[in-house]
Antibody, heavy 121, light 114 residues
């Protein structure tokens, strides 16, 4: 069965960076796009970026451009999201999710369990 | 960015009754070349990630009960639960995937049992 398993919760100080992993199983990793979506407390879901796990192409939210980097390791079937220059507003649960279409469409059929990132001094 | 606005923010419905959630986009998400509405609905239960229910505005994802249905076109959409079950208590989100980036979500509608 398809599974996306994310790394554990993180606590970071303002100005630091965080890297969250998303290990895929149960399907051919390189055949799908992986998205990253975050949810701050009491806020709506916010799309951050996607990566084509096959060719490594990426697309980022303009709001986060320059602070977020999405990569993947095909040998480990794992995608990564790194967010730098953290500020308190980045406190959120971060999700990875698979694009159901394989290529970029934007409908997210399988989600990771979420990773809580807390930014606090 | 396309702004997605849901109504109501919260809703209480009796078991077995119909629940209706609305979603309005700030611009049309209907792609004229294929006549598809780039609109999806998700269900999120406490402590869980969102779950895809509906895409193309009205296509149910595999395994989703048929009491869930989506309708609408252009800028106005509706998610209907025909007969509310206890396990349907959740927050529901609409999402447009017409313009990228970014994909945008509604603010969510909290559905409870009356």
């Amino acid at each position: 069965q398809v599974q996306l398993v994310q790394s554990g919760a993180e606590v970071k100080e303002p100005g630091a960076s965080v890297k969250v992993s998303c290990k895929a199983s149960g399907y051919t990793f390189i055949s799908y796009v992986i998205h990253w979506v975050r949810q701050a407390p009491g806020q709506r879901l916010e799309w951050m970026a996607w990566i084509n796990a096959g060719n490594g192409n990426t697309k980022y939210s303009q709001k986060l451009q320059g602070r977020v980097t999405i990569t993947r390791d095909t040998s480990a079937s794992t995608a990564y999201m790194e967010l730098s220059s953290l500020r308190s507003e980045d406190t959120a649960v971060y999700y990875c999710a698979r694009d159901r279409n394989g290529m970029v469409q934007g409908t997210l059929d399988y989600w990771g369990q979420g990773t809580l990132v807390t930014v606090s001094s | 960015d396309i702004v997605m606005t849901q109504s109501p923010d919260s809703l209480a419905v009796s078991l077995g009754e119909r629940a209706t959630i609305n979603c309005k986009s700030s611009q049309s998400v209907l792609y004229s070349s294929n006549n598809k509405n780039y609109l999806a609905w998700y269900q999120q239960k406490p402590g869980q990630p969102p779950k895809l229910l509906i895409y193309w505005a009205s296509t149910r994802e595999s395994g989703v009960p048929d009491r869930f249905s989506g309708s609408g076109s252009g800028t106005d959409f509706t998610l209907t639960i025909s007969s509310l079950q206890a396990e349907d208590v959740a927050v529901y989100y609409c999402q447009q995937y017409y313009t990228i980036p970014p994909y945008t979500f509604g603010q969510g509608t909290k559905l409870e049992i009356k």
